[in-house]
């Protein structure tokens, strides 16, 4: 047993394995709130306690995953490229409703460190949220925020996000595909966008749209954003 845990191999396929089966549960049930990324990473949490597995050993296998991070941020061109024709058309639609996002984003944040009295170090962990977590582990590590706990916040995001798309957009009587697909991908990045794509072509589309130009421009302004949060605060 113990030379199967000290195997780099035990983290990677622990965590494929986990994923497959929460995966294979989440499109047994239909349901938002199991999402594959949420109950993988309760279920492997579980198991490393259950059996007293040092996280060190799990990471062993896990840095094969993270070594793609930077390979699957690049990818994310890809989307861009290929529906770039819908982008030049619609490019003030989504461009507004990107710069919308961002500025609520960043009230919200605001908001957030105000009332919860927030550090710089958690301002900085809170900024990239909403944006894919290959993107955000960056942004908060260039910012000087916790990685760690943004990959976390960033997952709970989405799965929000997801799971209550379908409420807000029947509450607010919002059935234009463009604007649902747009909102999806600006507010709940990756998650949003796989819950885009099952509500129809168009939806996923725009959402992947939002998501890539919503993680560049995240990129580009965290910094500005950082900077302004921290000025009017302390």
């Avoid at 999806?184 to 885009?196: E, F, I, P």
Wanted: net charge positive; hydrophobic share 55%.
């Amino acid at each position: 047993m113990e030379k199967v845990l000290i195997n780099p191999l035990f983290g990677l396929v622990l965590t494929a394995l986990v994923y497959t089966l929460t995966s294979m549960l989440q499109r047994k049930t239909q349901s938002d709130l199991l999402n594959p990324l949420l109950m993988a990473s309760i279920t492997i949490i579980a198991i490393l306690i259950i059996f007293n597995i040092p996280y060190e050993t799990f990471n062993a296998g896990g840095k094969f995953i993270t070594a793609l991070i930077g390979p699957a941020t690049v990818a994310l061109a890809i989307p861009l490229y290929q529906n770039i024709a819908i982008l030049k058309k619609h490019w003030k639609v989504v461009l507004l409703s990107i710069l919308a996002g961002v500025i609520a984003h960043a009230l919200i944040i605001g908001i957030l460190a105000f009332v919860l009295s927030l550090d710089s170090t958690m301002i900085a962990t809170l900024i990239p949220k909403s944006v894919t977590t290959a993107i955000a582990a960056d942004v908060a590590e260039s910012l000087g925020g916790i990685t760690t706990l943004t990959v976390s916040i960033v997952i709970i995001t989405g799965i929000f996000g997801a799971a209550f798309a379908p409420i807000v957009n029947k509450l607010c009587k919002i059935k234009d595909p463009i604007a649902q697909g747009l909102a999806l991908g600006t507010a709940a990045h990756a998650v949003g966008t796989s819950k885009a794509v099952e509500m129809g072509e168009t939806q996923g589309i725009m959402s992947t749209l939002a998501l890539v130009v919503t993680g560049i421009a995240t990129v580009l302004l965290s910094p500005i954003t950082q900077i302004i949060i921290e000025k009017i605060l302390f």
